[in-house]
């Protein structure tokens, strides 16, 4: 990369994603990128919250990246660029979910959407009761902790969690991306909190905004993905 796409990477990004997207639209390869890299971590956890599996939600991004990107007319601005593409990502990941679970009966589903299964109750219950001062004081214990059991909450209820909790994402921009009712995320948040137990949350507060991290080798591995499939189709124009 020479001096001037350099400096050109460093002005982009102090842009707003909505100029940064002015700029993408031109074919600027670096703002497509720092779009990518700027909602990563953002749309892993959105896509979490509807698959247990880092793999599938990994590629969910990257779906919903080259999707977004591929359709960018389409986006005029009635959300922010994040709600949009995490509404994008969410619908990735059901699509995906369905695909591994294509013989999964309509009764089946309500059962799973209405309620933890015993099984699930208890493996809560278990990993609140073994929280010792030992945990406590290990921040990585106390992550794993977390991620697990967010993992255990029934799907309806951790992709609300995931949105509203972790991400901090209103509830209007929630009921948006989740094409649900305000009061059903408010709802659904209140049972995943009941869920996951008032003590597990009082650790929660503390460390939630590491829970399903996105960084390093992970986020670079996406945006080359999302980068290389933009030049393929001729997207991004010649530097």
């Known amino acids: 990369m020479n001096h001037s796409n350099v400096e050109a990477k460093i002005s982009r990004a102090d842009l707003t994603d909505v100029s940064l997207l002015e700029h993408a639209r031109l074919g600027d390869g670096a703002a497509f990128e720092l779009i990518v890299r700027r909602h990563n971590s953002s749309l892993f956890r959105a896509a979490r919250g509807v698959l247990n599996n880092e793999h599938l939600a ?7 990246y080259l999707s977004a990107f591929i359709h960018l007319d389409s986006y005029q601005s ?19 979910k369905r695909r591994q679970r294509p ?3 309509l009764d089946e589903k309500v ?11 208890q493996a ?9 001062p030992e945990i406590a004081a290990s921040q990585q214990e106390i992550k794993s902790l977390l991620d697990a059991a967010i993992e255990r909450l029934p799907e309806m209820y951790r992709s609300v969690f995931m949105l509203r909790a972790v991400e901090g994402m209103s509830v ?4 948006f991306c989740l094409q649900v009712t305000e009061s059903a995320v408010k709802k ?3 049972r995943a909190r009941e869920m996951l137990r008032n003590d597990l ?9 590491t829970a399903f991290e996105f960084a390093g080798k992970r986020c670079d591995a996406v945006t080359l993905h999302v980068m290389t499939e933009l030049h393929c189709r001729g997207m991004i124009k010649a530097g």
Request: aromatic share 6%; proline share 2%; net charge negative.
């Open 124 to 132: 809560v219950s278990s990993a609140v009761d073994h929280i010792t």
């Open 172 to 175: 209007i921009d929630s009921a």
């Open 111 to 121: 059962i799973f959407l209405h309620g933890l299964q015993p099984e699930e109750k």
């Open 58 to 64: 990994q590629e969910a991004v990257q779906d919903a």
């Open 78 to 96: 009635r959300a922010s660029l994040k709600t949009w593409l995490t509404r994008i990502v969410i619908n990735q990941a059901i699509s995906s």
């Open 103 to 105: 013989d999964v009966s």
């Open 201 to 209: 949350l009082q650790q929660f507060d503390k460390h939630t905004f």
């Open 188 to 190: 659904r948040l209140s």
